[in-house]
């Protein structure tokens, strides 16, 4: 069956680094978008960043722009998340997210905190 699972989540202080991983299992992954979604206690759902299928084209939440970096690796079906000089405002529930067509599958999510 479809699986994804997020990975590297944790707790981290302000300006500090956290590499995120998502494992994809079930489904032909190098056909997808891929994208890291994230939710703060009491906020909606948004879309941190994402890559196409090869990776060629990559786009940003303007509040992530020059501090994350997404990857793929498609040989090991996981997508990546690297995150930088953290703040406070990062905390939330990372969500890693695939899309091909009607196709859209979903991980379960790792907590990320940013707190001295």
């Known amino acids: 069956q479809v699986q994804l699972v997020e990975s590297g989540g944790g707790l981290v202080q302000p300006g500090g680094s956290l590499r995120l991983s998502c494992a994809a299992s079930g489904f032909a992954f190098s056909t997808h978008y891929m994208s890291w979604y994230r939710q703060a206690p009491g906020k909606e759902r948004e879309l941190v960043a994402t890559i196409t299928r090869a990776g060629s084209r990559i786009n940003y939440a303007d509040s992530v722009k020059g501090r994350f970096t997404i990857s793929r690796d498609n040989a090991k079906n996981t997508v990546y998340l690297q995150m930088n000089s953290l703040k406070p405002e990062d905390t939330a529930v990372y969500f890693c997210?695939?899309?091909?067509?009607?196709?859209?599958?979903w991980g379960q999510g790792t907590q990320v905190t940013v707190s001295s």
């Open positions: 997210n695939a899309v091909r067509s009607a196709d859209t599958y």
